[in-house]
């Protein structure tokens, strides 16, 4: 998402999410606004947490297959205070995944990848999710994405 093409305005940002149980589910729905600014500096979201870079799964992973964590979070104004990486059963239970608290405005999730094991996974379908928190945003989901193993 280019946020800093947006003119000045008022706009919503929304996630929304399926799956099985829930479809066309809003993760996210916050209404931000964009100022018109007198530098010739781009206006951002105050305080947006933002992904860029990020490892997008495909629907299906052979069994054993191994994918690299990837991604950089950025913060708008504050520091992060955690970010949560996580492989997620299809009833919602954390399979494997990784906490950091990186008290800093970015952080690379590279760091994190050793500990995320798609390699380990039994047949099935699975949620891959990165959320992040700041200041002004608790369990923001970044990434919410299904893939089945086989």
Known sequence: VTFNT?????????????NAANRNYALVNKKFTVGSGSSSSTSTVNDALTISGGTSLPSTLSKGAAVIVRGKITS????????????????GDRINGAVASPN???????????QIRFDRLAAGTYNYCVM???????GYMLVNQTFTVR
Do not use: E, F, R
């Open 6 to 18: 947006l003119p000045a305005g008022t706009y919503t940002y929304a996630v929304i999410a399926s």
């Open 76 to 91: 708008g104004n504050t520091n992060i205070t955690s970010v949560s990486v996580g492989i997620y059963n299809s009833s």
């Open 104 to 114: 800093a405005k970015s952080y690379d999730l590279n760091k994190l990848d050793s």
């Open 132 to 138: 992040a928190s700041n200041n002004s945003n608790t």
